[in-house]
Each structure stands twice: as C-alpha cells, then as structure tokens.
C-alpha cells in the first residue's frame, strides 16, 4: 500500500521526534498498565484478606415469620412463630450432597453454631460455638495448622478455643472447663488444642467443638443451623448465592453481602482507576493529535503538490490515518512491554515476611485493552490533522 | 478540427471584500496538439489566472473550458483531480519535489500513488524519464541532494509520468541558473519535438518566449496578441 509507504517515510524522515511521540504514547500505555495490574492486585488482596479464613456463602434455614391461620378457626388468628424453637436445616445432608455435586464448590462445612459462655471458677465470658464434623475444622479457616498447645483433633467433649481466650482465662490444653449454652445446658469440656490465628476475632471469641459434641448443647438433635461453603473463585459467589438460594429454598448469603463496605471501597478504587485510564487514554490523543496538526502544517506544501497533480484527497488522509496508527501501534507495544516489566519488577520487592509489598499483578495488566484502545485512540487523533492535510487547496501551496 | 483546448469567454473574478475585481475579462483561445506556446504578459496581467484554471485548480467566474473534447470547467472536485492525474502535467517555478523521495520515487507518485504502489511498468517508465531527462545516474539520489537544475528536470519526468495531453509549466526556469535553465528548455523543446507533447509555458524570460513556436500576450485580463513565432511553425 503506498500510502502506507509514505506515512512510514514521513515518520522515518524526522526520528527524533517520531520517537519522542512514541516515547509519550508509551510512557501513557505504561501507566494504564500499572494502574490497571495494581487496581486488580489491590482487589485480589483485601478480597483475600477478607474471605480468605471465612466463608464465600452462608447458607440457613429462611427466616420464619408469623402467618394467618386459615380454613376451621372460625376468627383471624395468627399463629406464633414458636422462640424456643431453633431454626435449622433439617435435610442437611441433602444439601451437602447438592453442593459436593456444584462445580466451584471448594469445601463445605455444616455447623452448629450458638452463644455460649465459659466458666472457669468466677470467671464468666461469652463465646461463639461453632460445631463441626471432626474433619472439617479446617474446611473455612486454617486452624489445625495454628495450633499452639495440644492437637486440632475433635474429640467427643473436646474444645478448642483461641489464643487470646486461653491467655484471658490462663487456660493450657488438657484442662477442663464448664460451658453453658444459650439453652441453659451445661457441660464439662477439655481444652483439646489452643490455636492463633492472627484474627481477634477468631483468637478471642470463637471455640471449636464436633458436630455431635454441639448437638445435645444447643438442642438440635439431628439438624444444623447453617452450611458454610468456600468457593475456587470467591468473586463468583453471588451467582452461586442465587443459584443455591432458587435450589435449596433457604438463606443463602454471598460473602460480598456480609462486606458491602469493603465493595464499595473496590468499587470506588475501580472508578478512580477507570479515571486514571481514561485520562492517560486522553493525553495520548492529544499528544498524537497535536504532533499531527503540526506535521500536517509542515508538509501544506507536499500536500498541495500531490493535490496538484490530482492525488486524491482520500490518499491523503490515508497518509496521516496510518501515521497516527503507526505511532499507536508501537507506542503501544513499547508502552506494554515497559508496564509489563515495571509490574514484574515491583511485584518483586517483598517485605520482610516474603510477600511482596506492593500487591500488583502484571498478568492483569489489561494489555489486549491498551493496545487496541491506543491504537484506536491514535487513529481517531489523526483523523482531524488528516482531514485538514486532505483539505489543502493546491493553489496556495503552488504560490507559496 | 478539433483542438486539444478551448477556452471561450473565460472570465474571472475574485472578491475582495465589498470590492469585485476582475482579473480575465474574457478569454477566447485554443491549442492544438503538439503546440509549444508560450503565455507572456506584465505582472498582474492575468497569466497566471489563465493557467490555473487551464490547470484545473482554479475555476473560471464564467465561460467555457474544453480539454480534448471533454467540457471539464463543471467537473466536480473528484473528477477534477483525476483529471488533472490523467491528463495533464505540471512543471512549477520552484520544483516542489517531496523531499522524503528520491527521483525515480518522485517521478512515479503521480502515477503510484492512485495505483496503491510502483509496478515495475512504473518503474521502468520512470527510469526511462529519468534517462531521457539526463539524470539516470541520479535514479535512487534522494531529491534532496539533486542539484536546482537536477530537481526541475526530474519535476518535468514527474510531469510526463502519466502521458498526458497537455503539459502545464509556470515560470520552470524563473528560479535556475542560465545554464540550468537553457538545459530545461531544451529539454521541454525536444519532448515536444519528439514525443509531440503539448506545451503551455507561462513565462517572464523572453528567450523563453522566442523558442516558443507561439506567443500568447496577455495584458489587463485580455487576450492582446496571438502571434506565431518567426522560424517556427504553428
């Protein structure tokens, strides 16, 4: 194609500053990339944080609310929702055989869980109790791994209790405490193992017991009262919210519910990223456009000759479409190569605990999208210096 | 007989302003074939005008323009400029080479650039040019190492690229040496002696004009003489 030819030789003819504005358009294809690798790092990150020892979806008995009695009760009576009675998944094991057979479905664990309160001597503190089958204590946060003193084995009137509950209550494995439950049962249990988590939350408030341990405690003979569930791809799990919650008809949250401020937070840092591409996006076109206006200025007179001699308007604008697209083009491959390299490069300065101390992640540069949007947006640059080249009057140029 | 051009009460006007002045009032001429006429006339006396609109670059206020038969002064721009591509050639005071290109390039771009690139027909007529126009040893040379006269020789293969009907110059040695300058004439003489290519030469130098087979005089806008030139042959 010839103009093709020209366009080439137009930029070959002034090097330098055809690299300058390949150097710009890099240096704005750089920084889409980096903000768009450390934008999706960031979100991998706290998503991590968050989700990373708690469940991606929860999932419990519906709610139960008063209802109208009908049919012989000759007045409108309403029958109570009975409180003594707890909400449960009876058919648990139905539902666990459900998400086993869901793909994405990581790891499942049906649980007991209530209030309770430990009493060692005088000292009284309240605790959540989560009942778990013995082999899944692991199943949504790491605790076997964080024991500090005894085992993570579940044994029938075992307990495992964090960290910073043990220092409060100056507890040590194998020792034996009385737990009273919100139903008013009480029970002698051992301290089976003490584990820490780095999670107040966990470390301080939360005791692990067996399913079957947790059963005659919280009055539920056969039934638990939620399944937790973890997920290969956390992001997912309000599709999979939606899907259990139509197959299953019971409660079920997705994780994003539960931390709709953290959303919001990942939410706002996209639109700013999103900001951050668009105006690197608009700098370059603006620096096409304008290195264009004044090349096609430059060249009023080759551009009156060719008209002269009858070159047509549309090869003219050819000329300065494909110098523009030249310009995005390797600016473009340049600029994602650079960010490409900058992302490894700091991705790979770590802190003193070996994880690296800017959470980015250069496979998630966006590279497709900056190569075709700059290159689209160096195009669209050139179009109004190509048709004012286009629009030269050859007679001018002649006489100039 | 038909002429290869007819200009019929060619007027032209421009406006400045409030103020309408009138720079042709009214041009009745032809050509024909193989002439070698030379457009003389004082500054101002509307030769230049003339050849634009001859050139196709500029449109008559009123009057009639044929070239080779075809009625061309109501063409629309497109078809102006492929007109202009297809059948005429233009030799300017000042080269006005691309200067990214070398001589065998500039030569072929009118005819190279409408094709989409240099086919080897292209480039064999254009080294052919170049030949007959003495620079074949400049062929690859970019222009801008050719020499003044070297460039407006090269500008005259650039205009004989496509063949065309009539050859449209405007001052070519108004801005070359006597030497140079007696060299492009000679050359402009023996296209036309041997190739029977037709030539109008706008021009200030008066031995230009003498080597000219015709005289066309122009003064305030009008056609003041229409002389053919002693020792010479219409």
């Not at chain 1, 690798?37 to 139960?64: C, M, N, Y």
């Not at chain 1, 960290?163 to 194998?174: D, H, N, P, R, S």
């Not at chain 2, 650039?113 to 126009?133: K, T």
């Amino acid at each position: 194609m010839f103009a093709f030819k020209v366009a080439r030789r137009y930029l070959l003819s002034n090097p330098s500053q055809t690299l300058l504005l390949i150097a710009g358009v890099a240096l704005g294809v750089t920084v889409f990339i980096f903000i768009t690798a450390l934008i999706a790092g960031l979100e991998v990150r706290l998503t991590e944080q968050v989700t990373g020892d708690s469940a991606h979806v929860s999932i419990e008995a519906p709610t139960r609310v008063a209802r109208v009695l009908e049919a012989e009760v000759p007045v409108e009576s309403v029958a109570l929702v009975s409180t003594l009675q707890r909400k449960q998944i009876r058919d648990w094991p139905m539902v666990v055989d459900l998400l086993r057979n869901t793909d994405g479905v990581s790891a499942i664990s049906p649980q007991i869980s209530g209030s309770a309160f430990l009493v060692k001597g005088e000292a009284v503190s309240p605790l959540s109790v989560l009942g778990v089958e013995p082999d899944g204590v692991d199943a949504i946060s790491q605790i076997t791994s964080k024991i500090v003193d005894g085992t993570g084995q579940l044994r029938a009137d075992g307990l495992l209790i964090g960290a910073k509950m043990a220092e409060e209550f100056g507890l040590q494995a194998g020792q034996a405490v009385l737990l009273r439950t919100e139903r008013g049962v009480e029970r002698q249990l051992t301290i089976s193992g003490i584990f820490r988590t780095g999670l107040q939350s966990l470390d301080e408030r939360v005791a692990f017991m067996s399913l079957q341990t947790a059963r005659p405690l919280f009055a539920l003979p056969e039934g638990v009262t939620n399944i937790e569930v973890k997920l290969s791809q956390p992001e997912d799990a309000r599709d999979m919210a939606k899907f259990l919650g139509e197959a299953t008809a019971l409660r079920v949250t997705p994780w994003q519910e539960k931390n709709e401020s953290l959303e919001d937070a990942l939410k706002a840092q996209g639109q700013t990223g999103t900001m951050i591409q668009v105006f690197s996006l608009i700098s370059i076109i603006i620096g096409i456009a304008s290195a264009l206006v004044l090349s096609a200025y430059r060249r009023r007179s080759e551009v009156g000759i060719m008209r002269a001699f009858g070159i047509s308007g549309s090869f003219i604008i050819w000329v300065f479409l494909l110098q523009g697209l030249l310009i995005g083009l390797v600016g473009a491959l340049v600029g994602c190569g650079a960010g490409y390299g900058l992302c490894v490069y700091l991705e790979g300065i770590t802190k003193a605990d070996g994880t690296s101390a800017l959470p980015i992640a250069p496979e998630q540069g966006g590279y497709v999208a900056a190569l075709v949007l700059t290159t689209l947006g160096a195009v669209i640059a050139s179009i109004i210096p190509a048709r004012n080249a286009a629009k030269v009057d050859p007679l001018e140029a002649i006489q100039q | 007989m038909t002429h290869l051009l007819k200009a019929t009460g060619i007027k032209k006007s421009f406006q400045n302003g409030e103020e309408e002045t009138l720079v042709l009032k009214g041009i009745d001429v032809t050509l024909d074939n193989g002439e070698l006429t030379a457009l003389v006339g004082q500054s101002g006396s509307g030769k230049s005008t003339l050849l634009s609109i001859v050139g196709l670059l500029l449109r008559p206020t009123s009057g009639e323009l044929e070239i080779a038969g075809e009625r061309v002064d109501q063409l629309s721009e497109r078809k102006r400029a492929l007109f202009r591509n297809e059948r005429l050639g233009f030799v300017f005071q000042f080269h006005h080479l691309l200067p990214d290109f070398t001589a065998l390039e500039n030569v072929a771009f009118p005819a190279a650039a409408p094709a989409g690139g240099i086919s080897r027909e292209m480039r064999e007529r254009a080294e052919e040019l170049l030949g007959r126009v003495g620079l074949k040893d400049r062929i690859n040379f970019p222009a801008t190492r050719l020499s003044g006269g070297q460039k407006q020789r090269v500008a005259i293969a650039r205009a004989l690229m496509n063949k065309p009907d009539l050859i449209i110059a405007d001052e070519p040695t108004g801005n070359l040496d006597r030497e140079s300058a007696e060299t492009v004439l000679e050359l402009m003489r023996e296209v036309n002696q041997e190739d029977g290519a037709t030539f109008l030469i706008c021009t200030h130098d008066p031995e230009i004009a003498r080597q000219c087979k015709r005289r066309l005089t122009l003064e305030d806008g009008l056609l003041k003489a229409d002389e053919v030139m002693e020792g010479t042959e219409k």
